[in-house]
C-alpha cells in the first residue's frame, strides 16, 4: 500500500487522536478529512461489523447547514424529493442533482428545527453549490459547516449497545429519524442511520474538543458487545448494495441509473434545481443502470483505483464501478454502471488487471 | 506513514503508470484524484528542482473548460480580475471568490480561443461551482471536464530541456502564456508555468491514453540535464512563499489576508461574482495577514495535517498554516495567517506537537 503524505490541504478529524490510539494503519480522504479504513486486521473488522458491533471515525460526513428565514425554501430547491411533510426530528436521503438531472451528491437531509437543516454529506463540496445557489436567488439563508462530526455504531448488537447508553427510547427510533440529547454533558444528535446493511447509529458530536471523550465513552460501554474498531467497509456495503457517490458514479451519472429514482418526486415546484431535466429523463428512459457484478474466479480481487470495462457479445456495454472480493459468497463481486439493454443474467467479460474474467449480471443487493 | 487505501472514488492519473515504473511511494489526493509526492529519496529530489530539472505528475491539476457564445462572459463573472485584454494564448493568476469575497479556488485561467476558456484549478471542485452560476444566469456556455492533464518540468534546467524537445521559441514564452502544439504525434498545450519558484514548464497532455508514452519522452531527452522524478515539494513551495489553497485558507479567507490583493481588480463590472464583497473588504482593511514564520531550534519537523496556534504577549494572534524544515535556511519554517496587528520581526509563541516553540514573523517568500 502506498503512503500518504501529511498536508494540511487534508483536515483530521475530532476522533484522529482516539483512531491512533486504536491503531489506525490506513486512511482514505473524503471531503478534504482524513477517514480511516484499517485498523491492520481485516478480517476481523469485517465479522465484527457482520457479528457484533463496530465503532467508525465518519467525521468526513460533514454538515452542510441551512439556516435562516429561507431554509425550508432552500433545502427543497436543492432536492428533487418533496421535503414538505418532512418534521422536525426526521432525516430523508436525498440525491442531490444539478441543473442537467447528474447526481451530484446523496447526503441524509436532517430537520432540526423550521429554520435549521443539516445535509449529510457525502464527498463532493455542495457548501460552494448551497452557496451559489441561494446568493444566485437571492435567498435569507446562512450556509455553513458547523462543528458536527458523526460517530458510527454499527452492526447487529449496536442497538443494544446504544440503548444501554442513551435508554430504551432508541429502539423506537424510525430510520434515518433523530434526536438531539447529550451524553455525560457532551452535546450530541443521535441518529439511526449508518452506512451499512447491518443496522445502527450515527452520533452526530456537536463539540470537536469532545472527540476522544465521546470514542472513550462508546468504547468502554460496548465491552459486553465485543466491541471494537472499524470503518465503513468495501465489502460489506457492495454485498448490501449501497451506493458510493463519485466512485460508483461519474460526472454524467443521473439517479435513474443508480437506482436512487424511487428518491424523486417529479411533482416537485418547478424551481427545483435538475427538476425539469429529471422529468425529461425519466420520460425518455435512463440510458444505464446499475447491477452487480458476479465474477468468475476463486482468487480473491484487490481493491483498485479503476473502473473496468465490461464487454457483452464483443461489444462494450459500461463499467465495472468497484470490485471486492466477497467474504460471504467466497466470490469476486462488483457493481457494473452498464447498458439498460443489458439485463440479469447476462453473461459478460470484464476487462481487469490487463485480462478478461468472466462474469454474469445480478440484482442488487447481493445479500 | 499510514497507508492509502484504494477506492475508485480516487482517480489515478494518466502517469500513473510511469510513476509507478518510477518507484513512486507517496501519495496525496487532490481534485479527487492520487498525486504522487514522494520517489522514496526527498533530500535528493529537493536538490533536484532547486539544482537541475524534476518531472513531475501534476494531472490533479484539473481543467474546468468553459465552452460556447458566453464563455468569455462566465470567465468575468467567475473572475474578479479584469480579463478584457487578455490575449488567446495568455494566461492569468486568478483568485476565484464567492458572493462573500471568500477565496474558493486560485487556478491559472487560460484563454484558449474567444469562446473557449481553461481553468487549471487548485483542490477544490469548481464544476460544480461554475455550473451553478452558469445555469442560474442562464449562460450559453457548456463547463465540461476535458481530457487534459498537466506534466511539470521544473527547475533551472528545465528551459534548456524543453527548448531542445520542441525548439528555441520556447525561450520567448512569456510568463503563464501558452502555445498549442504536439510531440511525437501526442497533442498538448505548453504552457511557462508550474508550482515552484525555478522555472519551468507544463505540458498539458490532450490525450489521457499517453501518459507513458510522454513521460518516456521527456525523461529520455532530459537525461543530459540529469532529470529525475519529483512532485511540488513543499519545502521549496513554503521556502518560495507560493499558497496553497485549502492548506493555507479557511472558510472565511480572502485574497487580501493571503497576499493576492494584487490580482484583484476592484472596477470589473458590478455583476463579477464577490465583487461587492471584496471592495467592502478592500476599504474596510483586511483582518488578518499572511507572513513568514521563522521558528527556533534545529530539529527538523515532520510535515503534518493540522494547523498551529499562535500566540503573541499571551493572546492568541492566529495560525501556522504549514511548518516544513528548510533545507537551505536550516531552519523551521512556515506560513502564519495571523492578525493584521502584528508586523514582521515581532516574536511569537507557536504551540505546536504540544508545546510552545519560539518564533518570529518575517516577510515573505523566505528566499
Redesign the interface.
Known sequence: ????????????SPF?EATLAEG???????N?M?MP??FGHPEEEYWRIINSVSLWDVAVERQVQLEGPDATRLAQILCPRDLSKCKVGQGKYVPLC???GVL?NDPILLKLDEQRYWLSIA???I???A???A???GLNVKVS?PDVSPLAIQGPKAEALVASVFGDWVRELKYFWFHQTELQGIPLVLARSGWSKQGGFELYLMDGSKGTALWNIVREAGKPWGIGPGAPN?CERIESGLL?Y???SD?TTNPFEVRLGKYIDLHVPDDV?GIQALRRIQAEGAKRQQLGVMLEGDKPT??????HAIYKDGHRVGDL??CVWSRRLNRNIGFGLVSSACAVDDQVIVHKDGQPTSARLVNLPFI
Open positions: 500500500m502506498f503512503g500518504i503524505t501529511p498536508s494540511s490541504r487534508l483536515r483530521p484522529y489506525v494503519t490506513a486512511f482514505t480522504t473524503y478534504h482524513l479504513t484499517s444539478n441543473h442537467d451530484i464527498d463532493s463540496n457548501w460552494f453549490w452557496r451559489a445557489i446568493a444566485e436567488r459547516e468495501p458510493s463519485g466512485g460508483d460526472d434545481v484487490e481493491l483498485g483505483f479503476h473502473w464501478t468497484n
